[in-house]
């Protein structure tokens, strides 16, 4: 529930919000953030000196030929799964080297750091994964003629 005090900070936060931007303005800042190097390398992330790209792609081509999607969305769930264990595996190599050789965490500012990352890509690549697998699901119901009672029962005149 919103207080009198919240309500009162987002109106005084308002008046120091820019003017609306005209369509130019919009056009211009749109051209600007789709031509960072993100978007202009075609990746979702950069690969590291120590890193070799064909891994990454090797991956990603195993992941699609045991999944084979079918439509651009499970294209895209399939590439953010190849994305999200890349990046854990990463993560888990940047954990290794903050041991040192008696088995003692050197740094562990960053290795919680780490840690934290391995994690959100787990969770990045399972999420990316259950998506795939219901929209799997869907895909096949639909094929076989399957509709939901509930559905049916919103639907007025069937």
């Known amino acids: 529930m919103t207080t009198a005090e919240q309500i009162r900070a987002v109106k005084l936060n308002a008046h120091h919000s820019p003017e609306p931007a005209s369509p130019a303005r919009e056009q211009a800042s749109f051209e600007d953030d789709t031509t960072d190097d993100f978007s202009h390398h075609n990746e979702s992330f950069y690969f590291l000196e120590d890193e070799a790209d064909e891994k990454f792609w090797d991956l990603h081509a195993r992941l699609e030929q045991e999944h084979q999607p079918q439509t651009e969305t499970a294209r895209i769930l399939v590439r953010r799964m190849a ?10 190599r940047y954990q290794q080297a903050c041991f040192a050789e008696d088995q003692h965490v050197l740094a562990t500012e960053q290795f919680a750091l780490y840690m934290r990352y391995q994690t959100t890509h787990e969770r990045a690549f ?3 994964f259950k998506e795939f697998q219901s929209l799997r699901a869907q895909r096949e119901k639909s094929q076989i003629g399957f509709e939901s009672q509930k559905h049916k029962e919103a639907t007025p005149g069937t």
């Open 83 to 92: 994305d999200h264990e890349w990046l854990r595996t990463r993560a888990l």
């Open 126 to 128: 399972y999420k990316a």
